[in-house]
């Protein structure tokens, strides 16, 4: 399939994305916008493996090359770029009734950045690092596997307890399914892939459960097609196909000596 050249809509908000856990953040946010308020939009796949996102029309939207962005036609074709940014501004401007985030100068607004920051800076870029090295790095190398499946586990492990009393991240009482969860669902949707064990993290689980019972969500995880690396996809893989089950168990094997030979060891509350 021909790769995109330019932007293809007149009006409204056009999403350039591709099937990835930053991706999905963004595709998840417009499918519940458009179930809450009916508000439509456009998107094109971007497909990274051809580095699309690295052609010059793309970075005059985007100057960091890389996937998701976001026109919105209907404000002169103002473009926004990074996960977080785009989450803030769509809903900030199409989200009036706060049913996915919370008021500017409310507390909330600040707690629920204050996770889509942790995302950012934390969760995204230890897990996305896992994934390379414990997954399609050209070499193994056994200190950065452990080091960043290490930390990811770290990291799930602070999730898992912030979980452990509430439904959703953000929000008042047990928590408002908000953008907070909409940042950090596409990476744990891909955690088995990662070299995690969801099973040391019953509260995400949890939560990832409740959040896929979502029609958006659901939705969201479509645009522009279903991971093949999700829990999910991963599990059914391994159990059907012999060659993905053997390249699995060795990459998970590397990583437990990995973790052996440096002394790792599990550090969440
Ligand atoms: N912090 C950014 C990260 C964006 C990012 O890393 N996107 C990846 C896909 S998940 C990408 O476009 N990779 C292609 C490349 O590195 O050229 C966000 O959350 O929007």
């Given at each position: ?92 401007r199409y989200d009036p009734e706060h049913r996915f985030s919370f008021p500017v100068d409310s507390d909330d607004y600040t707690v629920c950045e204050e996770w ?84 040391m993290f019953p509260h995400v689980q949890k939560w990832l459960d409740r959040c896929m019972e979502r029609p958006g969500v659901r939705k969201g995880f479509a ?24 390249k699995t168990e060795e990459a998970r094997k590397f990583l437990e000596e990995a973790k052996e030979k440096y002394g790792y060891k599990y550090l969440s509350p």
């Amino acid at each position: 399939m021909a790769e995109p050249t330019g932007l293809i809509a007149k009006s409204g908000i056009e999403l350039l994305t591709f099937g990835t856990p930053n991706g999905f953040k963004v595709s998840i946010l417009l499918e519940e916008l458009k179930e809450a308020y009916g508000r439509d939009y456009t998107w094109q796949s971007i497909n990274i493996m051809k580095n699309t996102q690295k052609e010059p029309w793309f970075t005059a939207l985007c100057p960091n090359g890389r996937i998701p962005a976001i026109v919105d036609h209907d404000n002169n074709g103002f473009a926004v770029f990074e996960g977080l940014a785009i989450l803030g501004y769509l809903t900030r401007r199409y989200d009036p009734e706060h049913r996915f985030s919370f008021p500017v100068d409310s507390d909330d607004y600040t707690v629920c950045e204050e996770w889509m920051a942790w995302q950012h800076g934390g969760l995204g870029p230890m897990q996305g690092q896992a994934n390379h090295f414990h997954r399609f790095a050209k070499e193994r190398i056994a200190y950065p596997t452990q080091r960043y499946v290490g930390e990811s586990e770290r990291l799930y492990g602070i999730l898992d307890a912030r979980l452990a009393e509430r439904d959703f991240v953000a929000g008042p009482g047990r928590g408002k399914f908000s953008i907070a969860d909409m940042s950090l669902l596409g990476w744990v949707n891909i955690a088995t892939f990662s070299g995690l064990d969801m099973g040391m993290f019953p509260h995400v689980q949890k939560w990832l459960d409740r959040c896929m019972e979502r029609p958006g969500v659901r939705k969201g995880f479509a645009v522009p097609n279903v991971s093949g690396l999700s829990n999910e996809k991963i599990a059914e893989v391994i159990e059907s196909d012999p060659e993905q089950k053997k390249k699995t168990e060795e990459a998970r094997k590397f990583l437990e000596e990995a973790k052996e030979k440096y002394g790792y060891k599990y550090l969440s509350p």
